[in-house]
Nanobody, 124 residues
Framework: QVQLQESGPGLVKPSQTLSLTCTVS??????????WSWIRQPPGKGPEWMGA???????YYSPSLKSRTSISRDTSKNQFTLQLSSVTPEDTAVYYC????????????????WGQGTQVTVSS
């Protein structure tokens, strides 16, 4: 029943901020007990968990990305967002939003629902 949809620019210039939105339907980011996560997969590499926000608004971040990552939410729109600052070509990846009962993993079976993913390319 829960559906997630990523949206945002597919091309970002180096040094700029990558901003993506995940729109949720069939579940409430404030009422349900799920964690709401962002995961990315660069070309030829495995998936990487970036961070999450809980139903109470508490945020969690990967130690390797926390200095550049910010996750927030708009409860009136049932959306949560990802901002990744100071991007480089190494940030090129498919970006996913996902939800589940745990936080911090990057495997498909660790989450109950996934968005389709959106390709983001960092290039000048």
């Amino acid at each position: 029943q829960v559906q997630l949809q990523e949206s945002g620019p597919g091309l970002v210039k180096p040094s700029q901020t990558l901003s993506l939105t995940c729109t949720v339907s069939g579940g409430s980011i404030t009422t349900d007990y799920y964690y709401w996560s962002w995961i990315r997969q660069p070309p030829g590499k495995g998936p990487e968990w970036m961070g999450a926000i809980g139903h109470n608004g508490f945020t969690y971040y990967s130690p390797s990305l926390k200095s550049r990552t910010s996750i927030s939410r708009d409860t009136s729109k049932n959306q949560f967002t990802l901002q990744l600052s100071s991007v480089t070509p190494e940030d090129t990846a498919v970006y996913y939003c996902a939800t589940g009962a745990a936080v911090g993993g990057a495997r498909r079976n660790e989450y109950d629902y996934w968005g389709q993913g959106t390709q983001v390319t960092v290039s000048s």
